[in-house]
């Protein structure tokens, strides 16, 4: 919903196809090939992460802080997007990259991936004026092979060594 809200040139039809194209792989086909993941591997609660749930929590303070702090330094090329949304992006670039580097179960990393696209995206859609749709619908299309590629990799990783724990893969160093 993000283009809608943006641009307040109207609903034209790259706005409407870039806006139906994100709902429809981020809202509705990443999330059913995630949780089919999930359905098929014995995924259970991370119980011991990199970094602590309570650290990983007060990580977001000074995200937070520095997003703010690079958002105000920032100016966005849309005049009517609210300062906020960039703060936000860079907030999410943040915590997705995050989420990448302290997670041991593959699964919260491909879930990382999408929160730092997200967070990509937004910014793109702040910052920059006049986008072709080829070049968004391009994001699109790697970030929906990113993921599928992410899920059969997760496949054979839970088939071969039963667990997604990342920890396992370092049976394979020789």
């Given at each position: 919903m993000v283009p809608i809200i943006m641009h307040g040139d109207g609903l034209t039809t790259r706005v409407t196809l870039l806006s139906l194209g994100n709902i429809l792989l981020k809202g509705i086909i990443f999330p059913w090939l995630l949780l089919r993941l999930r359905?098929?591997?014995?995924?259970?609660?991370e119980v011991e992460p990199f970094i602590g749930f309570t650290t990983s929590t007060l990580f977001g303070i000074?995200?937070?802080?520095?997003?703010?702090?690079?958002?105000?330094r920032m100016t966005p090329a849309?005049?009517?997007?609210?300062s906020v949304m960039l703060d936000l992006s860079i907030f999410l670039i943040f915590v997705g990259l995050f989420?990448?580097?302290?997670?041991?179960?593959?699964?919260?990393?491909?879930?990382?991936y999408l929160v730092v696209e997200n967070g990509i995206f937004v910014?793109?859609?702040?910052?920059?004026i006049g986008t072709p749709l080829l070049v968004e619908l391009g994001v699109l299309l790697d970030a929906f092979v990113a993921i599928f590629v992410m899920g059969i990799a997760l496949y054979h990783i839970n088939r071969e060594?039963?667990?997604?724990d990342v920890d396992q893969l370092s049976a394979l160093r020789g």
């Open positions: 359905a098929h591997a014995p995924y259970h609660r000074p995200a937070l802080a520095l997003s703010v702090w690079l958002g105000l849309l005049k009517q997007a609210p989420l990448i580097v302290s997670r041991r179960k593959a699964l919260m990393q491909v879930i990382g910014f793109g859609v702040i910052t920059v060594f039963g667990s997604m």
